[in-house]
């Protein structure tokens, strides 16, 4: 109960920090409260700035006319494709790499060298081979989130106590069994630590490939807004994105939970 009470009071805390964080970006962007301390005409910070009233006014807007929706959902079904696809195979080659000392070893120099590409210039590569729809997106993604999980399941596999091991061998288990009773719980952790990343990192993948050549998305709205000069609608679409990132990765909180009921808590082990 007293945990409960702790983050009910954080949330509060958290909401009361973004109403002032709103309250601020007003006051410091309306020309009638402060005069211009920075810009020769207050009406620039609104212009550079933008101004929340607005932002929040088009963000109304875009869902009352029914416009955000085909764009949100282009941009959510290849954020969400990049990121299922882009953990299966971080976790596939990650547990094969981990698992295989001798493939892990061969691969080990072109595998870092990929890592230490600037994958966002893969964008116009990936728009000649797969074209300008959903496809070309989801590769960019994929190779955003690839490497994230792949890395963290590698070391996840490679932290298994050798102790834990041998005591599984002696007691007749196999490979098979191994890698589901004590490969995969070790690795599973690590998984989420790195998915929670690779949810905002699927986004990026999306939205850069829609700056590059789209007709639809959430990214192609902010980049007809830049080309306007409308810092307002700009905004408001970082402002989704950013919402629906966030829902995404409380989603994949909810579904860590679940499945590491048996992890303890923070300070559980302490107690016992």
């Excluded at 690839?146 to 050798?162: A, C, L, M, R, T």
């Excluded at 490979?175 to 599973?188: E, G, I, M, N, W």
């Excluded at 306007?228 to 609608?233: G, K, L, R």
């Amino acid at each position: 109960m007293r945990n409960r009470s702790i983050m009910r009071h954080l949330r509060l805390w958290q909401w009361l920090l973004l109403v002032v964080a709103f309250l601020v970006w007003y006051v410091l962007t309306s020309p009638t409260l402060l005069p211009a301390f920075y810009f020769d005409s207050p009406d620039k910070a609104a212009f550079f700035f933008g101004e929340p009233q607005k932002v929040l006014l088009q963000i109304w807007q875009w869902f009352a006319s029914g416009e955000i929706y085909l764009h949100l959902g282009v941009t959510l079904l290849e954020t969400v494709l990049a990121f299922a696809i882009g953990t299966v195979f971080g976790l596939g080659v990650g547990l094969w790499l981990a698992l295989s000392p001798s493939a892990g070893a061969l691969l080990d120099p072109y595998i870092k060298a990929a890592n230490s590409m600037p994958r966002v210039i893969l964008a116009p590569i990936f728009g000649v081979w797969f074209g300008l729809g959903i496809w070309s997106k989801v590769a960019l993604g994929v190779t955003l989130v690839f490497f994230i999980v792949f890395f963290n399941v590698y070391q996840g596999v490679k932290e298994v106590s050798p102790v834990v091991l041998a005591n599984a061998r002696m007691l007749g288990a196999n490979q098979r069994q191994l890698l589901r009773r004590v490969y995969l719980p070790s690795a599973t952790s690590w998984v989420f630590s790195s998915l929670h990343n690779s949810v905002g990192l699927a986004f990026v993948g999306a939205v850069v490939g829609e700056y590059l050549g789209s007709s639809r998305g959430v990214g192609y709205l902010i980049l007809q807004a830049e080309g306007t000069f409308d810092i307002n609608a700009v905004i408001a679409g970082v402002l989704i994105l950013t919402a629906f990132a966030l829902a995404l990765d409380g989603l994949v909180g909810v579904v860590e939970r679940r499945l590491l009921v048996w992890q303890p808590q923070a300070g559980e082990t302490e107690k016992m």
